[in-house]
């Protein structure tokens, strides 16, 4: 099961699928195609001082689809993750800052 709050706070069940879509707006509130013009990826860690991933996804079509194998080798509990968006450009933005990742229980793994 896959849970967001207003905060941006993820909830995913360990060992779950689930996707996740991400709609971007420029400064003129209008829709940025996600793929088309920029590439997307939301990084999973321990905590903000750690330099390796636990997960990362690059967006499909504005997608992040988490597999059964993201999470689990995690352990049930909070991390961190953010999203970066990468424009054609060469400009890179954090669109969603640092925010708490939880792996949540499950009983039939």
């Known amino acids: 099961m896959l849970q967001i709050d207003s905060k941006n706070r993820i909830t995913l069940t360990r060992g ?3 996707v996740l879509k991400l709609y971007l707006k420029d400064a003129r509130d209008k829709s940025v195609n996600i793929g088309e013009n ?12 750690t330099d390796s991933a636990l ?8 997608s992040f689809t988490f597999l059964p ?3 689990k ?11 970066q968006v990468t424009m054609d450009e060469g400009n890179v933005y954090t669109v969603i800052p640092p ?3 939880t792996i949540g229980e499950e009983v039939t793994w």
């Open 55 to 62: 997960i990362q996804i690059t967006a499909k079509d504005g």
């Open 99 to 101: 925010s708490r990742f």
């Open 69 to 71: 194998e993201h999470t």
């Open 16 to 18: 779950d699928t689930a």
């Open 73 to 83: 080798h995690m352990k049930y509990g909070n991390y961190v993750y953010d999203v």
């Open 38 to 49: 920029c590439s997307c990826i939301l990084t999973v860690k321990e905590n903000t001082d």
